[in-house]
């Protein structure tokens, strides 16, 4: 099946800094999206994207399905932001994979 | 509107004892699925429902695990027996289309019930 690696697997932030999150698919896929994972455990939808560049508020993505990798920006990150933060494709056959997530810690 | 509801939070059992998890989806939502999400990883699809059939199961341990949807409505998955291996979270989730996992239809997960196996 695919193989989906994200990276840093770790991050630590300064409340206020940037930071961009990568995930890298080993194969074609027909979507794409990032989720948070909020420190108790709850999983919230952010980007639905297979292509292209979308934005919402502080944060924005950007797939290049034909290189194979995606990029997660937080801009002025708060404190709120920190959590775990999960890339998962579907392959041609339907099939979905997370990776293994970014740790996202965010320090007043 | 109420969120996906999971039963019970947390379980502790001993192995080859049996658990059962029990999910309400977001009214309405056709699509149902659990997850396993071991500590450090991602979440891993056991099983998807679409309405009471099941869609994919591809990867759901059936020597041991099993799962139902009851009218279509809430979900039970069962564990029998447990390993240790099986100390996770499982995270049962709801979406209101139909269709493939990530298809764009916007994924809610309830909190999740975080099973110790010892």
């Known amino acids: 099946g695919i193989q989906v690696e994200q990276s840093p697997p770790d991050l630590i932030l300064q409340e206020g800094a940037n930071s961009t999150l990568r995930c890298n698919f080993s194969d074609s896929v027909n979507n794409l999206q990032w989720f948070h994972q909020n420190p108790w455990g709850q999983l919230i939808n952010l980007f639905y994207?297979?292509?292209g560049t979308k934005q919402n508020g502080r944060l924005s993505a950007t797939t290049v399905a034909t290189e194979r990798y995606s990029l997660l920006y937080i801009s002025s990150s708060q404190t709120t932001d920190s959590g775990v933060y999960f890339c998962?494709?579907?392959?041609?056959?339907?099939?979905?994979?997370f990776g293994d997530g970014t740790t996202l810690t965010v320090k007043p | 509107e109420a969120g996906v509801a999971q039963s019970p939070r947390y379980k502790i059992i001993e192995k080859r004892q049996s658990v059962a998890f029990w999910c309400n989806p977001i009214?309405?939502?056709?699509?149902l699925y659990w997850y396993q999400q071991i500590l450090g990883q991602g979440p891993k699809l056991l099983i998807q429902?679409?309405?009471?059939?099941?869609?994919?199961d591809s990867q759901l341990p059936k020597d041991r695990f099993s799962a139902e949807r009851l009218k279509g409505v809430d979900s039970t998955l069962k564990i029998q027996p447990a390993k240790l291996e099986d100390s996770a979270v499982y995270l049962c989730a709801s979406s209101l289309g139909t269709g493939s996992t990530l298809s764009g239809n916007t994924i809610y997960f309830g909190e999740g019930s975080w099973l110790t196996v010892v």
């Open positions: 998962a494709v579907e392959d041609n056959a339907g099939k979905s994979t």
């Open positions: 429902f679409q309405n009471n059939g099941v869609v994919d």
């Open positions: 994207i297979p292509s």
């Open positions: 009214s309405g939502h056709a699509t």
